[in-house]
């Protein structure tokens, strides 16, 4: 089984920024995409970025040039580094992480807790 643990949400001034962090842990052989979606009260989640394992990176058109999203393979982790916030910004941050099941020939998708991340005007 896998498990993802994110970090780095809270409170923040507009224009501020904040790090966030998701670490996978347990049975992992490869991970695939890495990414971080959003649901702010009352909307549908959305792609905030992701990247692939070879680096290449996807971003949501409302976060270009603020946000950088980059990983670790070693440590198995994903972080997005949030510049510029905005109110807008407001919402629960879910980390996802494909990661391959050797026994099942197949990547699974894996979610994590969700993290807050709110910005006052």
């Known amino acids: 089984q896998v498990q993802l643990v994110e970090s780095g949400g809270g409170l923040v001034q507009a224009g501020g920024s904040l790090r966030l962090s998701c670490a996978a842990s347990?049975?992992?052989?490869?991970?695939?995409?890495m990414g971080w979606y959003r649901q702010a009260p009352g909307k549908q989640r959305e792609l905030v970025a992701r990247?692939?394992?070879?680096?290449?990176?996807t971003y949501g058109d409302s976060v270009k040039g603020r946000f950088t999203i980059s990983r670790d393979n070693a440590k198995n982790t994903v972080f997005l580094q949030m510049n510029g916030l905005k109110p807008e910004d407001t919402g629960v941050y879910y980390c996802?992480?494909?990661?391959?099941?050797?026994?099942?020939?197949?990547?699974?998708?894996?979610w994590g807790q969700g993290t807050q991340v709110t910005v006052s005007s």
């Open positions: 996802n992480q494909e990661v391959y099941n050797r026994s099942r020939d197949v990547y699974v998708s894996y």
């Open positions: 347990g049975s992992i052989f490869k991970i695939r995409t």
């Open positions: 990247i692939t394992s070879s680096g290449s990176t």
